[in-house]
């Protein structure tokens, strides 16, 4: 099984967040919680049911990580691309996503 990390939007924001083992929304993907069995998965599911619920965030879902050097890299170019920001300078205070981290 390949591992997985909730992510979902926050609403007051829209910033992208990624649950962490504390059960609280980060801004870090690299701080999320991974799971790597299919009950890890369940719960991360539910739990980001009863955050939307709850209109913490909105856009939840499961994606697909893979663990490198103790670094966690999305699977897909949109994760990644959410994970390190914009591919281009966007605004002030976001800075353009590190190009060797959204590469596929």
Known sequence: MVDKVLTANRLTDGIAVWLDANGKWSTSLQEALVARHNEAVEALEAIGKKSY?????VDVAVVEVQETNGVLWPLRLRERIRAQGPTM???PGYAPADPEFIAV
């Open 89 to 91: 300078e966007y605004a």
């Open 53 to 57: 619920a709850d209109n913490e965030v």
